[in-house]
């Protein structure tokens, strides 16, 4: 087991959370507001043949898929600021190890320790890893 996190490194991962929330809230508020401005009809609008339509559509669909990534971490960054405010910050959800401070300054939204994570990832990609002989 990992040493214990102390009060200024739980404050200073929080702080890290806060402000990435506020980043990306405030980069999602901005993108609505371009989104306003210049969306896929305006790109099409200016569309001369189905080579620069297929170019038009392919930007949207990236503009999509990015505000997607988006939402989604900040989901990820409020779902741990709750578990910071219910005392389960920096907990592995699978083993209830506590996830190294390290990992968590590098990754804030982490759920699960490093060893928990590789195994989750080996297991959902179908990927059986095993122990070296001996």
Not at 18 to 30: F, P, T, V, Y
Not at 40 to 66: C, F, S, W
């Amino acid at each position: 087991m990992t040493q214990t996190m102390t009060k200024q490194q739980l404050a200073q991962l929080r702080k890290q959370l806060e402000e990435l929330r506020d980043d990306i809230s405030g980069e999602l508020r901005l993108g609505q507001g371009e989104a306003a401005d210049e969306n896929y009809r305006d790109i099409a609008g200016e569309v001369h043949d189905r080579g620069e339509e297929a170019v038009g559509e392919q930007l949207a669909k990236m503009n999509t898929e990015l505000k997607e990534r988006r939402l989604y971490e900040l989901r990820e960054i409020r779902a741990a600021l709750g578990r910071v405010e219910d005392g389960q910050y920096g907990v592995c959800m699978d083993c209830g190890e506590e996830i190294g401070f390290d990992r968590l300054e590098a990754y804030p939204m982490a759920k699960r320790c490093f060893d928990c994570k590789v195994r989750f990832e080996s297991l959902d990609s179908g990927v059986e890893r095993r122990s070296p002989p001996g």
